[in-house]
């Protein structure tokens, strides 16, 4: 293991965390609140300790980055950016206790959206943006990390479902992930800065429609308000919400192509067609069905059911109204959907629509394959048949997914936590969502639980946002030996 | 598809099954109960009926069994045993809805155990020895299917777990397997009377000790008392319970080479060792954190969570003491077991310890692919590499049930029921175990459900004791298609 320049560009990325801690200080100054020291000693500080890290280890012998080197830089480097990015809560007092302040960065750099906070709106702007900005960078990251990275270090069938992006081989991981990102993130940057402007145009103030395109394009979920989006009760407003949550939890592929004059695409694209027909078919179903229980008129009832559908589906957790009590059953179906997750090469967490997709094709074939036992029924995806080894490790995927979702919500059980509870919070962090069921719910936060289960919460975040296999392969032996 | 002797063939489980109803009548006479009309009339009507279905059918001119009318044979068979062992409860009228006498007896074929009977100890002698006897006769059922004609039809990788059973092969399915049902039932037969002697020797009257070795070993769970077996309060007939629910949930080849002193095969076999270690871990881990939470004296403490930790994972379903308020965690934790399943070949259901076996070796072994991505890494099991074809097949199982279980909880929720008995009730009956969580709890009972969430368990309970695959065959187009 060539731990010198792992810790080189960990180094270097905790460098780039303080700076854009400052980036916030504009608005301290324009709204005259009173967190201009916090940020600058924080920024501050953190480079300076990410500089001492990366001038101690520049000079390595040797420059390669292996596959193992890989894994541990993903994760250590998640895990670093919560741990230093925690600081400007600290250092201002905004949240006083430590854990607190590293589940509510975590849940940030892994766009989660789960919150402590009881009182968002006394945070001061700064810190605010800080927050949101945590959102949007932990959907940078994703988004390079699951189109160029994971494909290439062969977890859990990204490689299948990155496929079409240009640039993107089995080869080196350099100077291909360099140029990668760089389209990735233009056009990321480009989505953002148009929610942005549609926004304004909807009545929101500067400082409301940047934090919020950042954490819509980030499916993270982050609100500068305590009601979260329910502050927005413009129709205007919520459906720019939907769109850009839907346009966020779609493979980023599909917009560099669409970017390109390429729509073609989005008719061949399997995980595409899916995602779209799941997402209006569920809110349809919903809105019918909950329409008796709830004051809603027709066409609110129907936008308040995408809003929820979108925001829970592609992993934002946005909140406009309490789902929970629409009726009896609202609370199972909406919990049965933290399962969903966006698609693959978006910046949702989750299982996601393909590999929903390739299970559920499996599992009907898996059907056939038992009455042609001597047929060879492969599966196909994009219109290619899948291998044999990419369904396994889907499948894998998916009973790692559910076995740690069980051991997780025994584990908060253990901790005093009620079922309800326990199963929505693991539910929404494993999932990368942000609101669960029970007292973690949509109109509630995660300040009551207890530190420890916070912690283990933290991890669960950590577990699906780097798609399980990055975390857990670091806790094999295999991975040690060499 | 040959109709005519698949018509055969359950005519002649009809005429069995009227037969079997006159079993109780003895009792009947010795209590002096008021049930023997109605045990003649459903007895005699069911088999007159059988009678004319099997000799309307009896001249088919092909005698040919293929897999499909296999598959067919089994489903329909369980189903028509549901459907006219309910009749007596409805002639007697101790159960007055045909909808609670067919889930009741759907419940006890399927060696379930869940009821919807409120007050059990009114129910005459007579009925409640049919009562019993569903369940014994299931778990007859179960034990040859799983042993010796899934494995022929491929089903959920019960290929690997049964081949270890004398006479069997993937050749015809007819002689073979009444020879293996033969030896099996002996097997079946010597355990249930050696309970009963010693349930007899504990103290309870002959006709509780017959119906409860009779669901014991069934791994079914109908008691003949309102307080389930917490009635029975001596250590002794616990202790006597425990070790029956023990073997009961063991695969019945094992208890075969073992009363031909093969002895060895113990030491070999993967999942008998993961079974018997399971249980005890896990016992002992709930006696310890349990102990603070609730009055038991140590070995009471111990005595109580073995035996709910074997009720709950051989899928038996006995309550001796409501567990779910033995501290705040217990329901989560008892949740979860409603997973695991007894052995493959037992007459437990659920998913099974083989299963879990083989997917959280691959899984492990998975993370290992990663890292040497070249190497063949084969999944071990009772000394031997398992065919990639049967872990998929094994995951294939693991989803469906998961995905079926999510499925199930919403439609029961959409049908008015809370979150947690929705989710206890789908798990509990897919799993046959019994008793659920919420207000199908152990010391409830189904009653309060609503009609249509008792048709949508009893398919449930069907779901799972047919290994998923050869219900969800029927329903898929390729099975139709010649």
Same mark, same amino acid.
């Given at each position: 293991m060539n731990y010198k320049i792992i810790a080189n560009i960990i180094g270097f990325l905790i460098i780039l965390i303080g700076f854009f801690m400052l980036l916030g200080i504009p608005f301290s100054v324009y709204y005259g609140t009173d967190d201009i020291p916090a940020l600058l000693i924080s920024g501050l500080s953190t480079s300076l300790i990410g500089f001492i890290i990366w001038i101690l280890t520049r000079k390595s012998e040797k420059k390669e980055i292996g596959k193992r080197e890989g894994y541990l830089i993903v994760t250590v480097g998640w895990i670093s950016m919560a741990l230093f990015g925690a600081i400007p809560f600290i250092v201002y007092g905004a949240i006083p206790n430590y854990t607190d302040a590293f589940f509510e960065t975590m849940s940030g750099f892994t766009t989660t959206?789960?919150?402590?906070?009881?009182?968002?709106?006394?945070?001061?702007a700064g810190l605010l943006f800080w927050r949101s900005l945590t959102q949007w960078l932990g959907g940078m990251g994703i988004i390079v990390l699951s189109l160029a990275i994971l494909p290439i270090l062969g977890i859990g069938g990204m490689q299948l479902f990155s496929a079409e992006v240009p640039g993107i081989t089995k080869d080196k991981l350099h100077p291909r992930v360099r140029e990668t990102a760089k389209r990735l993130w233009g056009i990321y940057v480009i989505l953002t800065g148009t929610e942005m402007i549609l926004l304004l145009i909807g009545g929101m103030n500067l400082f409301d429609a940047i934090t919020h395109s950042f954490t819509t394009m980030a499916t993270g !979920?982050?609100?500068?308000?305590?009601a979260s989006t329910a502050y927005f009760q413009s129709p205007f407003i919520q459906y720019v919400f939907i769109l850009f949550m839907i346009f966020a939890g779609m493979n980023f592929t599909i917009h560099y192509l669409a970017f390109h !004059?390429?729509?073609?695409f989005l008719k061949m694209n399997t995980e595409f067609r899916f995602y779209i027909i799941f997402i209006f078919v569920t809110a349809a179903v919903i809105a019918i069905i909950h329409l008796p229980h709830v004051d809603f008129h027709w066409e609110e009832s129907i936008r308040q059911s995408l809003f929820h559908v979108t925001s829970i589906v592609t992993t934002t957790g946005y909140v406009s109204s309490d789902y929970e009590n629409w009726a009896p059953f609202s609370r199972m179906i909406f919990f049965a959907l933290l399962f969903m997750g966006g698609?693959? !090469?978006?910046t949702g967490g989750g299982i996601k629509f393909a590999r929903h997709y390739v299970l559920i094709k499996n599992g009907l074939l898996e059907l056939k394959r038992l009455i042609h036992p001597r047929a060879v029924i492969p599966v196909r995806f994009n219109g290619k048949a899948v291998s044999a080894d990419i369904i396994s490790n889907v499948q894998a995927f998916f009973i790692f997914y559910i076995g740690l979702t069980v051991i997780g919500a025994v584990l908060l059980s253990l901790t005093g936590i009620d079922f309800i509870t326990a199963a929505g919070a693991v539910a929404t962090c494993i999932g990368n969502v942000g609101p669960g069921i029970g007292t973690v719910g949509p109109v509630s936060n995660f300040a009551h639980l207890p530190d420890v289960a916070k912690w283990i919460l933290s991890f669960y975040m950590l577990l699906g946002r780097l798609e399980l296999f990055t975390v857990l392969l670091i806790f094999s032996p295999a991975f040690w030996h060499k």
């Amino acid at each position: 293991m060539n731990y010198k320049i792992i810790a080189n560009i960990i180094g270097f990325l905790i460098i780039l965390i303080g700076f854009f801690m400052l980036l916030g200080i504009p608005f301290s100054v324009y709204y005259g609140t009173d967190d201009i020291p916090a940020l600058l000693i924080s920024g501050l500080s953190t480079s300076l300790i990410g500089f001492i890290i990366w001038i101690l280890t520049r000079k390595s012998e040797k420059k390669e980055i292996g596959k193992r080197e890989g894994y541990l830089i993903v994760t250590v480097g998640w895990i670093s950016m919560a741990l230093f990015g925690a600081i400007p809560f600290i250092v201002y007092g905004a949240i006083p206790n430590y854990t607190d302040a590293f589940f509510e960065t975590m849940s940030g750099f892994t766009t989660t959206g789960a919150t402590i906070l009881t009182d968002i709106e006394v945070v001061p702007a700064g810190l605010l943006f800080w927050r949101s900005l945590t959102q949007w960078l932990g959907g940078m990251g994703i988004i390079v990390l699951s189109l160029a990275i994971l494909p290439i270090l062969g977890i859990g069938g990204m490689q299948l479902f990155s496929a079409e992006v240009p640039g993107i081989t089995k080869d080196k991981l350099h100077p291909r992930v360099r140029e990668t990102a760089k389209r990735l993130w233009g056009i990321y940057v480009i989505l953002t800065g148009t929610e942005m402007i549609l926004l304004l145009i909807g009545g929101m103030n500067l400082f409301d429609a940047i934090t919020h395109s950042f954490t819509t394009m980030a499916t993270g !979920g982050f609100s500068t308000k305590n009601a979260s989006t329910a502050y927005f009760q413009s129709p205007f407003i919520q459906y720019v919400f939907i769109l850009f949550m839907i346009f966020a939890g779609m493979n980023f592929t599909i917009h560099y192509l669409a970017f390109h !004059g390429k729509f073609e695409f989005l008719k061949m694209n399997t995980e595409f067609r899916f995602y779209i027909i799941f997402i209006f078919v569920t809110a349809a179903v919903i809105a019918i069905i909950h329409l008796p229980h709830v004051d809603f008129h027709w066409e609110e009832s129907i936008r308040q059911s995408l809003f929820h559908v979108t925001s829970i589906v592609t992993t934002t957790g946005y909140v406009s109204s309490d789902y929970e009590n629409w009726a009896p059953f609202s609370r199972m179906i909406f919990f049965a959907l933290l399962f969903m997750g966006g698609c693959a !090469g978006s910046t949702g967490g989750g299982i996601k629509f393909a590999r929903h997709y390739v299970l559920i094709k499996n599992g009907l074939l898996e059907l056939k394959r038992l009455i042609h036992p001597r047929a060879v029924i492969p599966v196909r995806f994009n219109g290619k048949a899948v291998s044999a080894d990419i369904i396994s490790n889907v499948q894998a995927f998916f009973i790692f997914y559910i076995g740690l979702t069980v051991i997780g919500a025994v584990l908060l059980s253990l901790t005093g936590i009620d079922f309800i509870t326990a199963a929505g919070a693991v539910a929404t962090c494993i999932g990368n969502v942000g609101p669960g069921i029970g007292t973690v719910g949509p109109v509630s936060n995660f300040a009551h639980l207890p530190d420890v289960a916070k912690w283990i919460l933290s991890f669960y975040m950590l577990l699906g946002r780097l798609e399980l296999f990055t975390v857990l392969l670091i806790f094999s032996p295999a991975f040690w030996h060499k």
